[in-house]
C-alpha cells in the first residue's frame, strides 16, 4: 500500500502535486484554508462584470511546457495577448524606443558584474547622474511593475537572467485561469483525493514517516508524509497569525531561508467601463501617476482596464481603503487619457479592488529574487527527513520565477520526489 499523503493548501502547486500522486495510487488528502481552490489564482464570475475578470493571476508568460500541456489536457483555449506597450509621463504618450533608451547599455553592464548585488545598489554605481534618470526610473518600473521587487533587496543577476530570456508573447486562457483549477481539482477527485476546504492547518506535529496535523476545529488529520505548498510569505513570521503554521519539532533551518526570498505585494484594480475609450493597440500602460501601470485586454474589445498598484506606491497614498484606491485609479486614468474624472465616473460600470495583503492566507502576490535567495530555494527544496516537503512557485528554481508555471513545477518535482522517497 502506497503512503498516505496530507497537501495543505489547494493552489496551483497543491493541486499538481496531488494530481500526479494520485495517480500513481497514493491517498491524498487536501487541507485548504480558504472557501475557495487556486489559492492566488482567483477569477470572478459574477453579475457585476461581462466576463470572467482575473483577481489574482491573469496571464500565462511565454511558451510554457507544462501550463500549456495542461490546457491542451483539459481542453481550454488560450489566446495572445496583444497590444503595444506605451509610457506615460504627464499625460504624454512616449515612444518604446525613448524610455527603453540606455537598456543595451544597462544589460552589457549587468553581465560585466562579477560578483551579485542589490538593484538599487548597480544603479547607483552604475548608472547615477541626470543622464540616466530616465532609465533608472525604467528599471524601477519593470521591476516592481512586472516582477513586484523591491530594488533595494532585488538581485541583479536574476532580473538580469529574467530579461535576457523574455518570451515575448503573453497569453491568456479562455474563460480565466479558474478552468485549469477545476480541471485540476476534479481530476484529483476522480483519482480518490478529498479535499477540505475552509480547513486551516494551525500545528504540524511530525516525526520520520508520521504526520499529525491540527486545525482549530480540532479536527486532526494523520498521514505518512506532508507537502505544504503555502505562499513563502506565510513562513516568514508568525506575525501573520491567521497564515502561520507551528511545526513541532521546529524546522529552524527551513523557516530562515524563507527570509531569504523575496515576496512582492500587490494590490489589483479592475475597472469596467461601458466602452472602449483608449485606443485598441493599447496592451500595456506605465505611467508616474499614483496608480501608474494599466493593462487592456487587447486584442478582445472587452472594455476593462486593470490596474497594478504595488506596495511601495500603496505607501504614498494618502489613504489605502477601497474607496480611495477607486478614486486615485480614476484620477490616474484620467490623467493618462486627458479624459475629465466626472465623465469617467459616468463610464463606470463596475469595479473591484483587490488588495493582495489583505487576503489572510496569501498575504501579497508572489515571490522574486533577492541575493541569496538561490541558497534558500535548494534548502527548501530538500525534504525533511523523507517526511516533510515544500512546493509553491517561490522555490521554483528556473528563470519563470513567480507564475503559475513555476507553481505547477514546483508540484509536480515536490510528488516525484516522494514518489522517490520510497
Request: charged content about 25%; aromatic content about 10%.
Amino acid at each position: 500500500m502506497n503512503d498516505s499523503i496530507i497537501i495543505i493548501g489547494a493552489g496551483a502547486a497543491g493541486l499538481m502535486a496531488a494530481k500526479e500522486l494520485s495517480v500513481k495510487g497514493y491517498r491524498v488528502t487536501i487541507l485548504e484554508a480558504n472557501n475557495r481552490l487556486g489559492g492566488r489564482i482567483w477569477t470572478i464570475n459574477n453579475d457585476s462584470f461581462l466576463q470572467p475578470v482575473e483577481a489574482g493571476a491573469e496571464f500565462v508568460h511565454g511558451n510554457l511546457k507544462l501550463t500549456q500541456q495542461l490546457l491542451k489536457e483539459a481542453n481550454i483555449a488560450y489566446y495572445v495577448a496583444g497590444g503595444k506597450m506605451l509610457h506615460y509621463e504627464n499625460g504624454e504618450a512616449k515612444k518604446q524606443d525613448d524610455f527603453t533608451e540606455g537598456w543595451d547599455e544597462l544589460m552589457e553592464k549587468m553581465h560585466q558584474l562579477k560578483a551579485d548585488i542589490t538593484v538599487a545598489e548597480f544603479l547607483n554605481k552604475s548608472f547615477s547622474g541626470d543622464k540616466y534618470e530616465s532609465l533608472r526610473q525604467s528599471v524601477q518600473a519593470f521591476a516592481e511593475g512586472f516582477d513586484l521587487a523591491d530594488i533595494d533587496k532585488a538581485s541583479v543577476f536574476a532580473l538580469r537572467d529574467e530579461w535576457s530570456h523574455e518570451d515575448g508573447k503573453q497569453y491568456r486562457v479562455e474563460g480565466g485561469y479558474h478552468g485549469l483549477i477545476n480541471y485540476l481539482a476534479e481530476t484529483c477527485k476522480k483519482n480518490g483525493c478529498i479535499i477540505e476546504t475552509s480547513c486551516t492547518v494551525r500545528e504540524v506535529h511530525w516525526k520520520k514517516n508520521e504526520v499529525k496535523i491540527c486545525t482549530p476545529t480540532r479536527k486532526d488529520f494523520v498521514s505518512n508524509k506532508v507537502i505544504v505548498t503555502v505562499p513563502v510569505s506565510a513562513l516568514q513570521s508568525k506575525l501573520n497569525a491567521e497564515a502561520a503554521i507551528t511545526f513541532t519539532p521546529s524546522i529552524h533551518e527551513i523557516l530562515h531561508a524563507a527570509k531569504m526570498i523575496g515576496y512582492g505585494t500587490v494590490t489589483k484594480i479592475l475597472l469596467q467601463f461601458n466602452e472602449v475609450f483608449w485606443n485598441k493597440d493599447v496592451g500595456f500602460i506605465l505611467s508616474n501617476e499614483p496608480v501608474p501601470t494599466w493593462w487592456t485586454q487587447s486584442p478582445q474589445s472587452y472594455p476593462l482596464l486593470t490596474g497594478w498598484l504595488r506596495e511601495a506606491r500603496m505607501k504614498k497614498l494618502e489613504n489605502t481603503d477601497t474607496a480611495s484606491i477607486l478614486e486615485g485609479s480614476l484620477q490616474s486614468l484620467a490623467s493618462i487619457f486627458k479624459i475629465n474624472v466626472r465623465k469617467l465616473k459616468q463610464k463606470l460600470t463596475a469595479s473591484s479592488v483587490i488588495d493582495w495583503s489583505k487576503e489572510p492566507f496569501a498575504l501579497g502576490g508572489y515571490s522574486y529574487n533577492m541575493i541569496g535567495s538561490s541558497t534558500a530555494r535548494k534548502i527548501m527544496n530538500m525534504p525533511i527527513q523523507q517526511t516533510i516537503f515544500f512546493a509553491g512557485e517561490a522555490l521554483y528554481e528556473g528563470r519563470d520565477v513567480g507564475t503559475v508555471e513555476a507553481a505547477l513545477v514546483s508540484g509536480r518535482d515536490a510528488a516525484e520526489k516522494v514518489m522517490h522517497v520510497q
